[in-house]
């Protein structure tokens, strides 16, 4: 099974693809509709686990990145900037660690005030999209969830198990790009 088979599995077939024009890493954006709610879309990445990246000292890992909006979010929007981040990380050749932030930077999509990322266990699919072992090694998908500058210093001070109990706790909704700090 190829790794469009494992997503298209789970998240039924893609509807919508983009790429950067010049591609170095040949990374693409696939858009997944009613995914995993209805007036949901779920964005992944594909071809990013074509590249080893560095996890911790010496272990490797394959990852893709997993990224979902409310539908009335540009899908152009989020899907240049998923591309970018991708590039990103492609050119630093490390993975995304879970709990781990990027940012505070750039508003990461024009007109949202969102400027930091975080990594994140995709838990709102099913486990069995959450890795692909037909990759060596498996390919770990990576929820990557915007957030405000305030919950990027709450998780640098309190620690990332703090900051997902308080999601747990407070339930925003992680689908709506304009939403309201939860710190």
Same mark, same amino acid.
């Given at each position: 099974m !190829? ?19 010049? #591609? ?7 858009a ?25 000292s010496?272990?490797?890992?394959? @990852?893709?990145?997993?990224? !979902? ?6 899908? @152009?929007?989020?899907?240049?900037? $998923? $591309? ?23 508003i990461?999509?024009?007109?949202? !005030?969102?400027? !930091? ?20 090694? #498996? ?5 990557i969830?915007p957030?405000? @500058? ?5 998780? @640098? ?14 339930? #925003?909704d992680?689908?709506? $790009? ?6």
């Amino acid at each position: 099974m !190829s790794i469009i088979e494992h997503i298209e599995e789970t998240l039924r077939q893609i509807e919508e693809g983009w790429k950067l024009v010049a #591609p170095q890493s040949g990374i693409k954006v696939v858009a997944f509709p009613r995914q995993p709610f209805d007036q949901t879309t779920t964005y992944v990445t594909i071809g990013l686990s074509d590249h080893l990246l560095t996890l911790g000292s010496a272990r490797e890992v394959r @990852q893709e990145l997993i990224f !979902s909006a409310h539908d009335w979010f540009s899908r @152009q929007a989020i899907s240049s900037f $998923l $591309l970018t981040f991708a590039e990103f990380i492609v050119s630093t050749h490390q993975a995304l660690l879970r709990g781990q932030v990027i940012g505070p930077g750039e508003i990461i999509i024009p007109g949202i !005030s969102l400027n !930091s990322v975080y990594a994140a266990i995709p838990v709102v699919f099913p486990e069995p999209l959450h890795t692909y072992n037909a990759t060596d090694p #498996p390919t770990v998908f990576v929820w990557i969830i915007p957030i405000h @500058q305030t919950e990027t210093q709450f998780i @640098q001070s309190s620690g990332w198990n703090r900051f997902e109990e308080m999601l747990e706790a407070k339930d #925003p909704d992680l689908f709506d $790009l304009g939403r309201l700090p939860i710190v």
